[in-house]
């Protein structure tokens, strides 16, 4: 117990090892490093205040869970059944020679975190797992350049941490790596929640990434979060998607495909299946301080990139749906703050020409981002423009008297230069917004909605099975442009501008010796 801020208890165990001959990633020939292990087993701890949280209060020796929980009073962070294996090395230099500045560290971490105390907040990660190799060196303003260890090169291909008299854990990293990945849950004052496996990770500097401008530029650092299986609900009566089954029809503190949304009382918005990347950077240049020119770095121009997949519904309104299935977000974008004219193109990263080697999984074109903790949970960033666009099979009923179903996609366009006005005379430039749809179903009328889904089809009723009266619009395919002045003189509103391009049928149906 360290000043009544922090509460630890756990089987430890500590062990200076002989030397190792290990090889640097991204190296052919190995070196000799020293080796203090610390590795641990059945650990609970609590980090905050009114600890200590965990007490043995059955008296046998041991804070285990028979111990129940001292809840009253404590707020903070509660970690249970840690497992944890760290690896400290450092470079064997000749007898004599100064000490190595270089020093490495190999960390893997397993348990759960809870935020406890904090009634309007609940935030819990379970199966948590942190990893962590890396490299330093003291002389160095960055540590990025120094590679990590390769410990598959070790005999075995891992270093065995002992936690305990009895059990150990193999550190068994090829790549640098500092990862945290985890099923999250959070709660935000019953009206957030949120729940899904989540993956975050900084990666290396990349040193020769493409931009959609055709310029390439290095020394670009990354952090990466992925996240599958994510289910969330907005709104209230929530939780809306609880754990009440599994795999074996009993509760398994996952919310995935046995479960069954609870309904009953929700109203708000369910965002379901949700598998998401997203990439940040910010490039990295060296400039020089006014501290007797010490050399460090400065934060530029940053870019950033996300895919998100899955669905949205708006639950809990009786007579209205609106639900987008299959829906997909791509983003793909950057800013450079010298660039003040809002008629500037900000480039984005070129994945496509990108080199995204960073010592840690070699050359590679394309960026994949882990999104759970399957080897196949990962999705591939692979843009070469920048854009924003959501596409997704939309349908919208309300009242039982309009119905609106189709594919429809919308995309934010790059700003329109010199365009040209209908009176010949003025050019302008212009914002633009772009709304797409195709194989669009509508119904307007009684009795609907008229169309049926069959599969992947939507069909209209046979002859006399139905008994809506109304007009109904098949087939349609539309392309619309939205358009906005980007400057205008002083106290004088932006104009606007539409374009619009449709196709399809329509029908008045239910009349009879009526034909429309």
């Known amino acids: 117990s360290i000043s009544e801020f922090v509460h630890l208890s756990g089987l430890f165990a500590f062990e200076t090892g002989s030397n190792l001959d290990i090889t640097p990633v991204g190296e052919s020939q190995p070196i000799t490093v020293s080796v203090l292990t610390i590795g641990a087993t059945d650990v609970n701890a609590f980090v905050g205040v009114g600890g200590p949280y965990f007490s043995d209060q059955n008296g046998d020796g041991i804070i285990d869970g028979d111990d129940p929980a001292l809840s009253d009073g404590a707020m903070g962070l509660a970690i249970t059944d840690l497992e944890l294996a760290v690896a400290l090395m450092r470079p064997v230099v000749a007898s004599g020679q100064p000490a190595s500045s270089k020093s490495y560290l190999g960390l893997k971490a397993t348990g759960s975190v809870q935020l406890v105390g904090i009634d309007a907040l609940t935030l819990t990660a379970n199966d948590m797992t942190i990893s962590v190799n890396s490299g330093s060196d003291s002389t160095l303003s960055s540590s990025d350049s120094v ?11 891992n270093l065995d941490v002992a936690t305990s008299v009895s059990t150990s854990v193999p550190l068994d990293f090829d790549q640098r790596l500092l990862q945290a990945s985890g099923f999250v849950t959070l709660a935000i004052d019953e009206f957030v929640h949120v729940s899904g496996d989540f993956t975050f990770k900084k990666g290396g ?41 599994g795999p074996d029809r009993t509760p398994d503190d996952r919310i995935d495909e046995y479960d069954t949304p609870a309904a009953d009382g929700a109203m708000g918005v369910a965002f379901s299946n949700i598998d998401f990347a997203l990439a940040l950077f910010k ?146 430039d212009l914002s633009v917004l772009k709304i797409g749809a195709s194989n669009v179903h509508a119904f307007i009328g009684l009795n609907g909605p008229y169309w049926t889904t069959q599969g992947t089809e939507v069909v209209a009723p046979e002859a006399g099975q139905s008994d809506a009266v109304g007009i109904s619009l098949d087939d349609l395919s539309l392309g619309l442009a939205l358009m906005k002045e980007t400057t205008t003189g002083a106290g004088t509103a932006p104009r606007s501008f539409h374009a619009l391009k449709a196709s399809g049928s329509i029908e008045l149906v239910g009349v009879d010796d009526v034909t429309m």
């Open 205 to 245: 500097t990349f040193e020769s990434l493409a931009l959609t401008n055709g310029e390439e530029i290095g020394a670009v650092s990354a952090l990466t979060v992925g996240a599958s299986n994510v289910n969330a609900f907005v709104g209230v009566g929530g939780p809306y998607f609880e754990d009440n089954s």
């Open 147 to 157: 590679p990590a260890l390769d410990f598959t090169t070790l005999t075995g291909g």
């Open 283 to 428: 490039e990295q240049v060296a400039t020089s301080t006014e501290n007797g020119g010490r050399t460090v770095k400065s934060e530029l121009r940053s870019f950033h990139a996300l895919q998100a997949t899955g669905n949205v519904e708006l639950v809990g309104i009786e007579g209205l749906t609106i639900a987008a299935n299959d829906m997909q977000i791509d983003v793909n974008g950057g800013h450079d703050p010298t660039l003040t004219d809002p008629n500037d193109t900000h480039p984005a990263i070129n994945f496509n020409s990108s080199d995204f080697d960073d010592d840690s999984a070699g050359s590679q074109a394309t960026l994949a981002i882990t999104t759970g903790p399957d080897a196949d949970d990962f999705i591939v960033l692979d843009y070469d423009l920048s854009f924003l666009r959501a596409t997704g099979h939309v349908t919208i009923s309300i009242s039982e008297f309009v119905y609106v179903s189709g594919s429809f996609a919308f995309e934010k366009g790059e700003t329109l230069t010199a365009v040209t006005l209908s009176n010949g005379s003025e050019t302008i």
